[in-house]
């Protein structure tokens, strides 16, 4: 039985080596916490929980004319911590598949929203721009589409629709007084889901195979493999 993450999905789509030498080696590259995002990320969660318990619109909702409140269930914080998240266990694939969601919207009709929160500082935010440019953008997409599965798999009924909450720090003001303002920008993005379930086995199939090739486009392995064929000319290399 292979325990797969959200982020593990991803990253098999970027890069299969990077991916199995991660979960099957655990060999990556180090990595620090950012710190500072999670902090904007439990502040903006303490608010939903505010709401979540009046069982009222956050005020973002009614300022943006969307029809929901914070979806109120016992396993909210279970679907919020990053070791536990919300899961799928197929026993007959060999997989457990989960991730750890940011927060949930319900509609009127029952239908779910999975949305993310997500923190940056630009000089002009153009979310259209950014989606047209970088392909972590387009990971985002993925992201909620990853989550409106794993509720669709747990017997819930999900909206199209998903948003990224995203707060852009102003990093321009005149006087910074120990507070950090922010934007508020509120991205929906309409997603499909439909192709969650084959991506996950396909990361599962790879953890059961032989090495992959690197992919051309992984700046990870494009720079080890400019590293070693520089090391090899050079004749002062280090030796261990």
């Known amino acids: 039985m292979h325990k797969i993450s959200r982020s593990a999905v991803e990253q098999h ?21 950012f710190t500072l995002n999670s902090a904007v990320d439990n502040l ?27 979806f109120a269930h016992e396993k909210m914080d279970e679907w919020r911590n990053n070791f536990k998240g919300i899961r799928h266990i197929d026993e007959a694939a060999g997989y457990n598949f989960g991730g750890a969601v940011d927060d949930i919207w319900e509609k009127p009709n029952g239908d779910l929203i999975v949305i993310d929160v997500k923190s940056t500082s630009k ?26 599965w794993l509720l669709e798999k747990n017997g819930f009924n999900v909206a199209s629709e998903g948003y990224l909450v995203y707060y852009n720090g102003k990093k321009h003001e005149p006087m910074f ?64």
């Open 13 to 33: 789509l970027n890069c299969q080596r990077c991916f199995y030498l991660a979960y099957k080696h655990k060999i990556r590259p180090p990595s620090l916490p």
């Open 44 to 70: 903006c969660k303490n608010e939903f929980d505010h709401y979540r318990a009046k069982a009222e619109p956050h005020p973002m909702f009614i300022e943006h004319g969307i029809d929901a409140v914070p």
């Open 123 to 148: 000089n002009v935010f153009d979310w259209e721009d950014t989606y047209s440019k970088w392909e972590y953008a387009k990971g985002y997409r993925r992201q909620l589409e990853m989550y409106q």
């Open 177 to 240: 007084n120990q507070q950090l303002t922010f934007d508020l920008h509120l991205v929906k993005l309409e997603c499909d889901n439909s192709w969650v379930e084959e991506a996950v086995l396909n990361a599962k199939a790879t953890l059961d195979g032989d090495m992959p090739k690197p992919a051309r486009s992984c700046e990870n392995c494009n720079y080890l493999r400019k590293r070693w064929e520089v090391s090899q000319k050079d004749p002062n290399k280090l030796v261990d």
